[in-house]
């Protein structure tokens, strides 16, 4: 197939389209990004407490998330946890985000990589010296002043490069969700595809868009990164 | 014998491990006065640390009591049943340890500032007068604002001192606090100790350090095999010890 100025400005003609559909994408991969680690933090913390039932629960679930694709888990949530579509209200978000597809994307996409960033997570948590905690809590730090105070912000700058990873890696699989109907990026393609009969241009466009998407995210965190190891300069 | 003063009593602490294999304290019974500069010495793995750890739970001991300030909190409860708050006793045991454990994150000043204002909820700008006059005392205030990793081995050591001190501790528990530092900042971090002797604070120290022992302590305990073989005045312990595995172990340290 060729590639033609034409295809492009035919494509160009859609641009709201794409337009819609980067909002689309960024919605969906911020609120995976804001649910997962939500999730994430909790079953790292039931792994690493002492309540023996929560350690294995959150195993499981972890196994389960990581051993199994994607793309079953969201067909799972959308044709099965989701099958009565009308418990979902239907109105659209900024417009055009038609919420009863958009929503069980957030969640099959909250559920896995919260799957995968727990184990990040504790790993981090993992990595900070035993001795920080015995200090914390020899000045009378509670647990929970312990984990928020010493080890979580230690554990957190260690893993960062990591979560960037992870936060990168949402953005590009919420891609997956077109084909449950959510209007992300990837549907605006196809959209454009069926007006034009061009695919290579649209395409072209989408893999750009998330380029410009994905390469600010993982500088944006870098910087953070940096901020967060003043206390590692000599 | 258990006087008014006593404000550690250790009733026959015991620490197993491996289902009893492994005896690390094995019956251990002292009481800790007031003003006590108590000096825990002997071989290593003779449960020294073990001892001291046990005293703020930091090491849960399997059987025995810890009774501080007249509560004994290795117990969930206390005799009228009220719920025993483990975090309120540990503020009043500051702990000093081998490898300092400052927080890497925190410059020295919120290093110091950070139990008080969230264990104590006291104000910012009192802490941080008080944190700036100990920093002062231990002649370190100029490093208020640098990150522990700028340090020296000494300076971290002084720093770890004085965030136990912001507490405001009945007493202060060192688990080995000169060990890991280069000879010649040894002295620095026993000069503070001193000092803090001197003003009558209640120290628990375990060291390798016999010449500290012998000038600064009021009381040397000798461990050995998770037991308390010999207790005493350092004049007594040093120049007429009794126990064979006492001058064994004097014989290898001294000179």
Known sequence: MKITMAGFEAAWKYGELFWQGVVC????SALTVIFGFILALVLALCRLGKVRVLNILASVYVELFRATPMLVQLFIVYYVVFANIDLIPGFKLFGFIRFNRFFPGVVALSLNSGAYLSEIIRAGIQSI?????EAARSLGLTQ?????HIVLPQAIKNILPAIANEFVTIIKESSICYTIGVQEIMSA????KGATFKIAEPLIVATALYFCLTYPTSKIIEHFERRMSLGDKR | MVTSDSLIQVRDLCKYYDKGRIKALDGISVDINRGDVMVVIGP????KSTFLRSLNLLEVPTSGEVIFEGVDITKKRDANGEKIDLNAHRQKMGMVFQHFNLFPHKTVIENLMLAPMKVKKTGGEETREKCVALLERVGLADKAETYPIQLSGGQKQR???VRALAMDPDVMLFDEPTSALDPEMVGEVLDVMKELARNGMTMVV???EMGFAREVGNRILFLASGKLVEEGHPEQIFNAPESDRLKDFLSKVLI
């Open chain 1, 25 to 28: 994408t960024v919605s969906l």
């Open chain 1, 129 to 133: 010296d035993i001795g920080q905690t």
């Open chain 1, 144 to 148: 929970r002043q312990n984990m928020r």
């Open chain 1, 189 to 192: 393609v196809t959209a454009v």
């Open chain 2, 44 to 47: 290593s793995g003779g449960g």
């Open chain 2, 159 to 161: 720093v770890a001192i």
């Open chain 2, 206 to 208: 375990v060291t390798h």
